[in-house]
Structures are given as structure tokens and as C-alpha cells.
């Protein structure tokens, strides 16, 4: 089975500064990994995706995020925040092939002070 | 824009009632999901449709329900709303041949009450 754990419920970070916002994922299989963002009363949009190619997966947004198999993580970072960037992440893992059957983390809530 | 939306935006129903969401997927692909998201939550899978067939189902009891048609749209119908099912639900569509990219759409609000 598989299962993603999100740490940090809420993330507050300076406009400019780094953004951290870290997954652990479980799998059974070798996985898919995915990072989607979600803005107030909308759906969810992929940031990116790792689908065992590179390890380093840059997404849009200027998001990367590193797939560490030794330490079954998925963080995502940006080297500078934006305001815009407010909003709640989800990290999702799929055992199926590609997007199939996501299984999603709780979320973070990521807020940009001015 | 993704190409996938979802009818209607907002609902209201009454516990016991039952309710039925559409979903029309984006233009080629051929699987569809639903998701829940209740609220302060991630999204959980509750079913998949590919090719007109369930594939595949997560842990929500049989009063959800599917169906997919010809056009690869689909419909989520639940019996007997209970409040616990207030959430906004998710449709995502897919081409299960290769693409790993899941496209969703801006989803439905249903409120029980």
C-alpha cells in the first residue's frame, strides 16, 4: 500500500526567502510522485512530477523537488518565495501506472509574510 | 485551464437525499477519478472509470456510485446523504495508455445539511 506523509501542517516563510515543504512517502513499488497546488475554492493543479527519470524534477514556478529513494522523500523547495505562491500543497503518491489512483498527503498550508 | 469541468459548482442537499455530479473530462483522455476532499484534508480516491468499466475503488461504502459513458464524461452519484459527506469533490481525468498526468477539475461543493 501506499501512503505520503506531509510535516508541517502550516509553513510561514518571508517574500524572497526559501520555501521547504517536506514529503515522506511509502511504497510498496517503485512510485510515482507528484506535488499539486490548490488555491482557494479550485481544483488542483500539478506543480511536477517524478516519474523515474531524473531524481531533480523541475516543475513550474520555478518548484523543483528531489526524490531521495534512501530517505523515501519528495521535499519540494523554491529559491525565492512570492505572494502569490499562498496557497495549500499536496504531495500525492501513485503505485499505479502514472497519475492513477493517487494517493494524497494531509497537506500544507504555506503563507508568505510581506 | 485544464479542459476538465465539473457541474454543478455548488450544492446544497438535505440529509438522505440523493445527489448526482458531472464531470466531463479533458478531450482525448479516457479514465476518470473522483476524489473527496473534506475540508482541511487532502483529496481520498473514491472510485476510477476506464473505458466505461470501474477500475479500481477506495474505501467508500456502495451508496457511491459511478458511471462513465461513451464520451469518457462521467457522473458520481450518492444515496443517502449523510452530513459527513459535505466536501468538495474532485474529478480528475487521465490517459491510462502512458501519460502519468492527472487533470483536475475545479470540483463540486456539496453541503449537506
Known amino acids: 500500500a501506499q501512503s505520503v506523509t506531509q510535516l508541517g501542517s502550516h509553513v510561514s516563510v518571508s517574500e524572497g526567502a526559501l520555501v521547504l515543504l517536506r514529503c515522506n512517502y511509502s511504497?510498496?513499488?517503485?512510485?510515482?510522485l507528484f506535488w499539486y497546488v490548490q488555491y482557494p475554492n479550485q481544483g488542483l493543479q500539478l506543480l511536477l512530477k517524478y516519474t523515474s527519470a531524473a531524481t531533480l524534477v523541475k516543475g513550474i514556478n520555478d518548484f523543483e523537488a528531489e526524490f531521495k529513494k534512501s530517505e523515501t522523500s519528495f521535499h519540494l523547495t523554491k529559491p525565492s518565495a512570492h505572494m502569490s505562491d499562498a496557497a495549500e500543497y499536496f504531495c500525492a503518491v501513485s503505485a499505479g501506472q502514472g497519475a492513477q489512483k493517487l494517493v494524497f498527503g494531509q497537506g500544507t498550508r504555506l503563507t508568505i509574510n510581506p | 485551464e485544464t479542459g476538465v469541468t465539473q457541474s454543478p459548482t455548488h450544492l446544497i442537499k438535505t440529509r438522505g437525499q440523493q445527489v448526482t455530479l458531472r464531470c466531463s473530462s479533458q478531450?482525448?483522455?479516457?479514465?476518470v477519478s473522483w476524489y473527496q476532499q473534506a475540508l482541511g484534508q487532502g483529496p481520498q480516491f473514491i472510485f476510477q472509470?476506464?473505458?466505461?468499466?470501474?477500475?479500481g475503488r477506495g474505501n467508500f461504502p456502495p451508496r457511491f456510485s459511478g458511471l462513465q459513458f461513451p464520451n469518457y464524461s462521467s457522473e458520481l452519484n450518492v444515496n443517502a446523504l449523510e452530513l459527513d459527506d459535505s466536501a468538495l469533490y474532485l474529478c480528475?481525468?487521465?490517459?491510462?495508455?502512458?501519460?502519468?498526468?492527472?487533470?483536475f477539475g475545479q470540483g463540486t461543493r456539496l453541503t449537506v445539511v
Open positions: 472509470y476506464y473505458r466505461e468499466e470501474e477500475n
Open positions: 478531450s482525448g483522455h479516457n479514465t
Open positions: 511504497s510498496s513499488v517503485p512510485p510515482y
Open positions: 480528475a481525468s487521465s490517459d491510462r495508455g502512458g501519460n502519468t498526468e492527472a487533470f
